[in-house]
């Protein structure tokens, strides 16, 4: 999986929304960020505070569950 497709996975952006229960506000601007930065969507989130450790665990192990 390249980084543009890790970044704009509708997958990812679901569970963001359904499961974690971030706003849409937060993932924009954490999309932009990711791509200005040139960084993994999730670890930009964790970096900035927006997701927890807990979260991104989640986060993570819903991706490696759905790329098999």
């Given at each position: 999986?390249?980084?543009s497709?890790?970044?704009?996975?509708?997958k990812?952006i679901?569970?963001?929304?359904d499961e974690i229960?971030?706003?849409?506000?937060?993932i924009?601007?954490?999309?932009?960020?990711s791509?200005?930065?040139?960084?993994?969507?999730?670890?930009?989130l964790?970096?900035?505070?927006i997701?927890?450790?807990?979260?991104?665990?989640?986060l993570?192990s819903f991706?490696?569950?759905?790329?098999?």
């Amino acid at each position: 999986m390249t980084s543009s497709n890790y970044i704009f996975s509708k997958k990812m952006i679901f569970f963001l929304l359904d499961e974690i229960g971030l706003d849409h506000s937060s993932i924009e601007l954490g999309l932009k960020l990711s791509i200005r930065n040139n960084t993994p969507l999730p670890i930009l989130l964790w970096s900035y505070g927006i997701l927890t450790i807990d979260e991104l665990d989640k986060l993570y192990s819903f991706l490696f569950k759905n790329t098999e």
